[in-house]
C-alpha cells in the first residue's frame, strides 16, 4: 500500500514537471517583425529585355533559436501577383526579362506566429518596347496579288496599336490600325507597285504614356510587272490647228504569265472615248477647239491599273459664227418685221466673201450669203429658235441660238355667267364666270373687274379661257361685271361685253300672326293671318297653309314691295279649327317656314248669352215653385227646412239639376 501510494505521487510530479517545462518553452519562444522591406535588382534604370529580380527580406527579432516558417507575398499595385513559405529571412520573386507592362509599384508582406509586417511600396519603371515580329503570307507576287502582313508582339501585354510600312525606293505607304487588346493584328495590301517592296511594323503601347517600339525586322517582296504602263502617242501633234484629223492611240506590253485580257482605255474629262482588250486602242476624228484637253490611257487587270495623261490644245481655225437679228429680246408682235445676218469675226474679207451660211430653224435650211439678210413679216408660225451654220476646211460651226416667239393678239373677249338666263346670285353663293378669248398666243393674262374695281387677275398658260368664281358676301355685289384679256403681244388689252349680275338675299325667319291674339275665335267672326319675314330680297311669294291631317293650300300671293301680306277667313268656324302656318320664298329658291299656331272656334257670345238666360230662367222658375210649396204647407201647419222641402219637391218635379243631401 505504500508502495502504491509512493508510485501515484511520483506520477503526479511527473506530470507538473512536463507542464513546467512545456509552459517554460512556450514562453521562451516569441518573435518581433522589426520591418520588411523589398530590394530590386538592378537598382537602376529598367531597360525593356534585361534581367529584373525583387527580394522580400524581413528583420525578425527571436527570443531563442528555434526554427518557424515565414510566408512572403508579392504585391504589384496593390494585387498579389507571388506567394511563398519559406524558413529563410528573404525570398526572391524573377520578373525577367523586364517588360512595360512590369512597371508599376511593388511592395511585400511577410507573416509569421501570427505577426505580420509589411514594407514600403517601390516604384520600378520599365522602358523601351520589345521589338515586335513581323510575318508575310509571301515573298513573290505578282501585281494585283494580296499580301497578308501580320505583327505581333507576344511578349508584351495590350492594349496596343500597330503601325504598318510599304516601303519602295522613296515611297512609305502607312497603315494604322485602331486599339486593340490582342497581341497580333493582320492586315492585307494589294500590291500596284513593280520591283521590291520592304515591309515593316512598329507597336504602340496605349496607356497613361504612350510607349513605341523599335521597328520590327525588315521583310522583302519581289513583285512581278503584268503589264507595262501604257504608252501614248497623239498625231498629229499634241498641238494643231482644227480641221485636222486627231488620232489617239494607246498601247501596252503584257507578262507571258499574264493569263487574263488587259483592257485598255482613252478618256477625256471621265468620258471613255474609245475601250479594247487586244493591247491597243485608237480614237480618231476630225478635230475641233472643243477637242482641247487632258487625255487619259488607263490599262486595268483586275485591281491593278496603270494610267498615262497628255494635255492636248487644238487652236482655233476660226470662230463661232454671230446672228445678228432685229430685235432686242425674244418677243415680236404678229406681223411684225424679222431680219437676220450670219457673219464671222476677225476673218478677212477675201475668205468670208466666197462663204455660204445657212440659216436653220427647225431643221430646215435657208442658205445666205456673207451680207445677205433674211426678212420677212413674221407669222404664229415663225416663233421657234434660229442658228447660223458656217463650215471651213471640214469643220462646221453654228452660233448661239436665238430663240424667238410671235404673238398673235387677244381677240375681243366673251364674259359668260353660269346662269345665263336670270343673272341672279344668292347671296353667300359663288359667282361663277367664264372669260374666254377665241384668239391669241398663250400665256394670257385674265383679269375681272366689277365696275372699275379689279377683283382678281390670273395667268393662263394652257388654255385660252378662264373661270373666276368669287364669293359673294354682301348685297353691294350687284352690278356690272366685265373682264380683260392681254398677253405679251404689245398691243392694247380687250374688254369684254358687260353682265349685269344680281343678288338675292334668300329669306332667313317667317313669322305668322293671328288675330285675334288667342288664337280663340268667335263663331262667325273674321280671323286674320299675317305672314310676314324680317328679310330677303323681293319678289317674295307668300302661301298659307292649314293642317288637318293633310297641309291644305289656303292662299298664296306674291309681294313686290313689302315683306308682309294677310289673309282674312270672313266667318270662323268649327269646320276651320286646326294647325296654320305659313311659307314664304323669293328668287333664291330657299322654302322656309313659319312657326305653327293652333286656332279654334268658340262660341259666339250671342249663344253665349242665350243659354245663360236659359239656365237663369229655370232657376228661377225652381226657386219660385219652391217658395209656392213651401208657403202651401206652411198654411197646414207642416214645418220642415225649406231647403230639404225644396230638394225633395225638385225630384218630384223631375229638375236636371242633382243636389246632394
Not at 35 to 42: E, F, I, L, T
Not at 154 to 182: L, M
Not at 480 to 490: F, G, S
Request: aromatic share 8%; with cysteine.
Amino acid at each position: 500500500r505504500d508502495c502504491s501510494n509512493l508510485k501515484t505521487e511520483m506520477d503526479l510530479s511527473v506530470i507538473l514537471l512536463c507542464l513546467g517545462l512545456r509552459t517554460l518553452c512556450a514562453q521562451s519562444k516569441s518573435i518581433s517583425i522589426d520591418k520588411a522591406h523589398v530590394m530590386v535588382h538592378p537598382t537602376g534604370p529598367v531597360v525593356n529585355g534585361n534581367n529584373l529580380t525583387l527580394t522580400c527580406v524581413a528583420d525578425i527579432t527571436t527570443s531563442g533559436t528555434f526554427d518557424f516558417r515565414r510566408e512572403f507575398t508579392f504585391f504589384k499595385d496593390d494585387e498579389i501577383i507571388y506567394n511563398v513559405t519559406s524558413h529563410k529571412d528573404k525570398e526572391t520573386l524573377d520578373l525577367s526579362p523586364a517588360r512595360v507592362s512590369k512597371s508599376g509599384d511593388y511592395a511585400c508582406e511577410v507573416s509569421a506566429m501570427n505577426k505580420i509586417g509589411r514594407s514600403p511600396k517601390k516604384s520600378i519603371e520599365v522602358t523601351g518596347l520589345s521589338k515586335p515580329n513581323l510575318h508575310i503570307s509571301k515573298d513573290s507576287a505578282h501585281q494585283g496579288d494580296k499580301i497578308s502582313v501580320t505583327c505581333e508582339a507576344p511578349e508584351e501585354e495590350p492594349p496596343f496599336v500597330f503601325i504598318f510600312y510599304k516601303r519602295q525606293n522613296q515611297t512609305t505607304q502607312e497603315r494604322r490600325t485602331r486599339q486593340t487588346n490582342n497581341k497580333s493584328f493582320t492586315v492585307t495590301f494589294i500590291i500596284e507597285e513593280k520591283g521590291i517592296l520592304q515591309f515593316e511594323c512598329k507597336v504602340i503601347l496605349m496607356g497613361v504614356s504612350q510607349v513605341t517600339s523599335e521597328p520590327s525586322e525588315k521583310k522583302m517582296v519581289s513583285v512581278a510587272e503584268l503589264f507595262t504602263t501604257p504608252r501614248m502617242d497623239v498625231s498629229p501633234s499634241p498641238t494643231f490647228t482644227e480641221g485636222k484629223n486627231m488620232t489617239v492611240q494607246c498601247s501596252i506590253q503584257t507578262s507571258p504569265f499574264t493569263s487574263d485580257q488587259v483592257e485598255i482605255l482613252i478618256q477625256k474629262d471621265k468620258h471613255i472615248l474609245a475601250s479594247s482588250k487586244t493591247g491597243s486602242v485608237t480614237y480618231s476624228q476630225i478635230a475641233t477647239e472643243r477637242q482641247t484637253g487632258i487625255y487619259t490611257c488607263k490599262a486595268e487587270l483586275g485591281e491593278t491599273s496603270k494610267s498615262r495623261s497628255l494635255q492636248v490644245t487644238v487652236t482655233e481655225l476660226f470662230p463661232r459664227p454671230l446672228l445678228l437679228s432685229n430685235i432686242p429680246n425674244t418677243m415680236m408682235n404678229y406681223g411684225d418685221g424679222l431680219s437676220i445676218n450670219c457673219s464671222v469675226p476677225w476673218m478677212p474679207p477675201n475668205v468670208t466673201n466666197d462663204l455660204v451660211f445657212y440659216l436653220i430653224k427647225d431643221k430646215a435650211k435657208i442658205p445666205l450669203r456673207t451680207g445677205e439678210k433674211f426678212t420677212k413679216s413674221v407669222t404664229e408660225g415663225d416663233s421657234g429658235s434660229y442658228t447660223c451654220e458656217v463650215t471651213i476646211s471640214n469643220i462646221t460651226k453654228t452660233s448661239y441660238r436665238k430663240f424667238i416667239k410671235v404673238y398673235v393678239s387677244v381677240s375681243t373677249p366673251v364674259l359668260t355667267h353660269r346662269n345665263k338666263s336670270s343673272g341672279m346670285v344668292v347671296l353667300g353663293s359663288t359667282l361663277e364666270l367664264k372669260c374666254k378669248s377665241e384668239k391669241g398666243t398663250l400665256p394670257i393674262t385674265y383679269s375681272i373687274f366689277r365696275g372699275n374695281e379689279l377683283l382678281d387677275t390670273r395667268e393662263e398658260m394652257m388654255e385660252n379661257k378662264a373661270i373666276f368664281k368669287l364669293i359673294i358676301t354682301k348685297e353691294k355685289d350687284s352690278g356690272e361685271y366685265h373682264c380683260q384679256t392681254r398677253n405679251r403681244n404689245t398691243g392694247l388689252p380687250q374688254n369684254s361685253n358687260i353682265v349685269n349680275i344680281t343678288i338675292i338675299s334668300p329669306i332667313r325667319e317667317v313669322e305668322l300672326t293671328v288675330i285675334p291674339q288667342s288664337a280663340s275665335v268667335e263663331e262667325g267672326k273674321e280671323l286674320s293671318l299675317v305672314c310676314a319675314v324680317k328679310n330677303g330680297s323681293l319678289p317674295i311669294d307668300f302661301q298659307f297653309f292649314a293642317k288637318r291631317g293633310s297641309e291644305i293650300l289656303l292662299h298664296s300671293y306674291t309681294a313686290n314691295k313689302k315683306f308682309h301680306t294677310e289673309m282674312q277667313i270672313m266667318s270662323f268656324s268649327s269646320q276651320n279649327d286646326g294647325v296654320y302656318f305659313c311659307r314664304a320664298t323669293n328668287s333664291a329658291l330657299q322654302a322656309v317656314d313659319s312657326n305653327s299656331v293652333q286656332v279654334k272656334a268658340v262660341l259666339a257670345t250671342w249663344k253665349k248669352w242665350i243659354i245663360v238666360t236659359f239656365v237663369v230662367f229655370i232657376l228661377v222658375a225652381a226657386a219660385a215653385i219652391c217658395v209656392y210649396f213651401y208657403l202651401e204647407r206652411k198654411k197646414k201647419g207642416i214645418r220642415f227646412p225649406i231647403f230639404f222641402f225644396c230638394v225633395r219637391e225638385s225630384q218630384v218635379l223631375g229638375a236636371s239639376v242633382r243636389y246632394i243631401h
